[in-house]
């Protein structure tokens, strides 16, 4: 969605178009207190296997964060999450996945684990903060 689709979409000036931006008005709709907390950036290259669209892997690198200046028309800056040598890789599928990429996957040692770029941002938020206080006993 366009920068000027989103601000009217979210000023309430125009009615959601599509399940995606119904969704989001449900959730707004619920969570009537939300205001934008954290400006979460990546760079993403994705891809989708010809034979079977429904299996995708995407790549996001250069991740950066901020806590202030959170519109999206400011400049692309912030605290990288991790360092320049270090991807996410996803990989999603409709059903199982394919044996040939279980075994490459194998092969190189790569397994499942969780990563969330916002938890891991709101994390190391609250490290920060912790680090700021003064204990008194």
Aim: charged share 25%; aromatic share 12%; glycine share 2%.
């Amino acid at each position: 969605m366009s920068l000027t689709h989103s601000a009217s979409f979210l000023q309430r000036k125009v009615e959601p178009q599509g399940q995606i931006e119904k969704e989001v008005k449900y959730f707004l709709d619920f969570y009537q207190t939300l205001a934008p907390a954290m400006f979460l950036s990546y760079e993403r290259d994705a891809y989708f296997c010809t034979s079977d669209p429904s299996l995708r892997i995407t790549f996001d690198s250069d991740i950066i964060y901020r806590c202030d200046n959170l519109h999206l028309t400011e400049p692309k800056q912030g605290t990288a999450l991790l360092d320049d040598e270090t991807f996410i890789m996803e990989i999603k599928c409709a059903d199982a996945m394919p044996l040939w990429l279980v075994q490459a996957l194998s092969t190189d040692k790569i397994y499942t684990t969780s990563f969330s770029k916002y938890g891991t941002a709101y994390v190391r938020e609250l490290e920060k903060e912790q680090k700021g206080r003064v204990k008194i006993a």
